[in-house]
């Protein structure tokens, strides 16, 4: 059974930088999409970024464009995230999510199926 396992997460001060790897095991059958999204204590999950497989196609949440990257490794099979001049808005637990049905929007938590177990990013000012 396909799984995914974040890695990266830690304690960084503001305006440091981390990179987070989420690596994939076993097959995932049409991979169509994957993102990562993240979550604040007392907030709702919201998306920080995501790649169409296929076509490489990237978007990011507002609050990523400029200071974030993802890339894909399809070798690998890893999907990284580097942050960039992170701040304490920042700290959250991070997860890397992929959709496994073909087409269609990848666009909130809701459309992706497959989730990691997170891992914890902590920004202190």
């Known amino acids: 059974q396909a799984q995914l396992v974040e890695s990266g997460g830690g304690s960084v001060q503001a305006g440091g930088s981390l990179r987070l790897s989420c690596t994939v095991s076993g097959y995932i059958y049409n991979n169509y999409c994957m993102g990562w999204f993240r979550q604040a204590p007392g907030k709702s999950r919201e998306m920080v970024a995501r790649?169409?497989?296929?076509?490489?196609?990237?978007f990011y949440g507002d609050s990523a464009k400029g200071r974030f990257t993802v890339s894909q490794d399809n070798v690998k099979k890893t999907l990284d995230l580097q942050m960039t001049n992170l701040t304490s808005d920042d700290s959250a637990v991070y997860y890397c999510?992929?959709?496994?049905?073909?087409?269609?929007?990848?666009?909130?938590?809701?459309?992706?199926?497959?989730w990691g177990p997170g891992t914890q990013v902590t920004v202190s000012s």
């Open positions: 999510a992929t959709k496994r049905t073909f087409g269609g929007a990848c666009a909130a938590s809701g459309d992706f199926g497959l």
């Open positions: 790649v169409i497989i296929r076509t490489g196609d990237t």
